[in-house]
């Protein structure tokens, strides 16, 4: 076991330490021993557990001193983040609890860590099941790869070569104790219901099953390789006007399943998760077919999609702003707005449009769209809504985009001034 631990371990990319997830049950203990007894003759960075206590057990206490005393016994540095893994309404217990506990893990990474989990082949095997069960693609049934970004730095699976026989067996041998998790035997969880109802039905007839299912598993991962470098291909063909969106007209030129696969590497790229296959038809059939003077939008959970002329653009939703929102601003040092997420510098204010001192020597104001504003523009006063469409701003950041007002007079739109090809420089002329 230790030489196959060793040898995965080698395949890492440097990093200045490496966090271990440590659950306090037998495969998080087994690798965490495992380090520590390879430590001796291997040049390691320095190791961490990271222990995260989810509250959601009464036994979650006696977890975390079992975790301190593991690590207190084999010199270990422990680091104990306590979060609230309590589900929304409607998620499930089990996806609540993982996402709780790998956000509190990379909120506490630096740059370039690795954090490794105790993920064997027996996980491996389970994961492909319950993606083919819920209708997965190549990515999904490619299951959990060995090495992925993560937080700033990376997530490692070590063991994904060992069965869990394996890690039994090492613990046995090494003396090891560890706990087991109650919530793991309740059958109203998927995995748990396949881990003890069907998996062991499988291994009765196909003895194999976790090696030849794994193996499928990194067959499925190559072929979304592929898929993946013919998506950024395929992505480099049909770039729209403005960096990170994609052509209409060139997507349209694509076979459908280049099409989808396609869309599917961009979302990705852009970290927004990935729509149900009838979520991205429908998303096709209406940004494609789209008149260019409408503007479509396809939502779901965590994403959506809108088109704006030839071009599609990806984001998380945006949150609306307050419309009739006026702050008072004295500019001598930066205003941060929380929604829409914007920073508004007095210097590069002042670059951008030309204001002079006296422009900005009294309180300002900031406002957002309500209709009919005008700004004086190369001599002429002009309609803002006219500039921002010629300035090619789509719909929904044109109401987003402060407006910097000196009394009633609107004398900068912060955002224009970094719309390519369209030089904001509005030089102050005396009223007409």
Known sequence: MLDTLAAALERLPP?????????????????????????????????????????????????????????????????????????????????AARAARYRAIAEVMQAGEILLTAHHRRDQAETLLLQLLRGAGPAGLAAMPRLKPFGPGWQARPMLDLDRDTLADHALKAALTWVEDDSNTDPRFDRNLLRQAVMPRLRARWPALDATLSRAALLQAEAQDLLAERAREDLEQVRGSVPGTLSVAGLSGLRRPRLRNALRGWLQDKGLPMPGRARLESLIEQMLKAGSDSCPR?????????????????????????????????????????????????????????????????????????????????????????????????????????????????????????????????HPYPEE
Not at 20 to 33: E, P
Not at 66 to 85: K, T, W
Not at 359 to 376: K, M, N, S, Y
Not at 384 to 392: D, F, I, M
């Open 15 to 95: 990093a200045p330490r490496w966090l271990i997830g440590l659950s306090g049950g037998l495969d998080s203990h087994v690798l965490l021993h495992g380090l520590q007894t390879l430590s001796g003759g291997h040049a390691f960075p320095p190791l961490v557990a990271v222990h995260v206590h989810h509250g959601l057990s009464p036994h979650a206490d006696r977890w975390q001193a079992h975790c301190e005393s593991l690590c207190r016994d084999l010199n270990i540095p422990l680091r104990v983040l306590v979060v609230d893994a309590r589900p929304a309404a409607g998620e499930s217990p089990e996806a």
């Open 298 to 426: 396809v939502a779901w959970e965590g994403a959506e999609v809108r088109r704006y002329r030839d071009d599609l653009y990806a984001m998380k939703p945006l949150l609306p702003v307050e419309a009739g929102l006026v702050l008072h601003w004295m500019p001598v040092a930066p205003l941060r707005l929380p929604e829409p997420g914007i920073t508004i510098d007095p210097a590069d204010l002042r670059t951008a449009w030309e204001l002079t001192l006296s422009d900005l020597a009294g309180p300002l104001t900031v406002r957002f769209r309500q209709g009919g504003e005008q700004i004086r523009w190369r001599g002429h006063t002009r309609s803002l809504k006219k500039l921002l469409q010629e300035a090619g701003v789509p719909p929904w950041e044109r109401d987003r985009m402060p407006l910097i007002f000196a009394g009633e007079r609107l004398i900068a739109v912060w955002g224009l001034q970094d719309r390519s090809g369209f030089p904001c420089h509005p």
